[in-house]
């Protein structure tokens, strides 16, 4: 082999194995689309299934992730009191672990039953921050999710919010929400969820509120 032809062979080795690893590297990027708040406020990022990391850690963090749960199992409201949380619905209804471990990171995630309630948060000590992952199984309704804080147990003083943004037919996954301030006693989770099935007549609307999972609870306590 001449040398210009060993030349081109090394090229031609080089450029494969280059295609290759992108190729590899390229298979393993998690698949994002950015949407938009519906008050055009803020870019949130779908993140599907099985990519889906979790919240930052921080040392006094601790993050409830429900892994802990068996499919359709009912959860006690005091299940996690231990680690400074209680989970409700404000609905006759009750909170239960998901059929599947699905949407926002793979693993058990939890939903109301009836798939029509709110989740609420009780913070019994207190906490500054609160981050979590909502999401629907997809492609489905659309879903806009509100993310309420309150300082107190009455949830009549709001110290922030967070919104959150699912179009309808995007693929299962979930947004993650936070809220920050310096004292939050209760978070409530809400969605207004709707299924166009005609755009051209009010009566090819369909209304699913609530219908979303909640995944991966990260809080820090008040110091």
């Known amino acids: ?41 803020e870019t949130i990022g779908i993140l599907p299934m099985g990519n889906l990391s979790l919240p930052a850690e921080c040392q006094a963090c601790i993050t409830v992730d ?15 009191i231990r ?6 619905t404000s609905t006759s209804g009750v909170v239960e672990g998901s059929s599947n471990d699905v949407p926002c990171d ?39 999710i509100t993310v309420k804080a309150f300082s107190d147990d009455a949830l009549a003083t709001l110290v922030a919010f967070d919104i959150g943004f ?17 004292l939050i006693k209760a978070v409530e989770i809400t969605s207004d969820s709707v ?6 007549s009010a009566s090819g609307v369909s209304s699913y509120p609530n219908s979303i999972f909640m995944d991966n609870v990260t809080f820090e306590p008040a110091p």
């Open 83 to 88: 680690l400074g949380l209680t989970i409700e």
């Open 195 to 200: 299924y166009v099935l005609s755009s051209n």
């Open 66 to 80: 429900f892994n802990d749960l068996g499919p359709e199992q009912v959860v006690a409201f005091d299940r996690y």
């Open 1 to 41: 082999m001449t040398p210009l032809l060993r030349m081109a062979a090394l090229v031609v080795a080089a450029l494969t194995v280059s295609a290759s690893a992108f190729a590899q590297s390229s298979l393993t990027l998690p698949s994002t689309a950015g949407v938009v708040n519906p008050d055009g406020s």
């Open 106 to 144: 793979g693993t058990r995630s939890i939903k109301t039953e009836p798939f029509i309630g709110p989740f609420l948060l009780r913070f019994p000590h207190g906490v500054t921050s609160v981050s979590l992952d909502a999401g629907d199984i997809g492609p489905s309704d659309s879903d806009a």
């Open 166 to 182: 699912l179009p309808q037919g995007a693929p299962t996954g979930c947004v993650r929400l936070s809220v920050q301030a310096p």
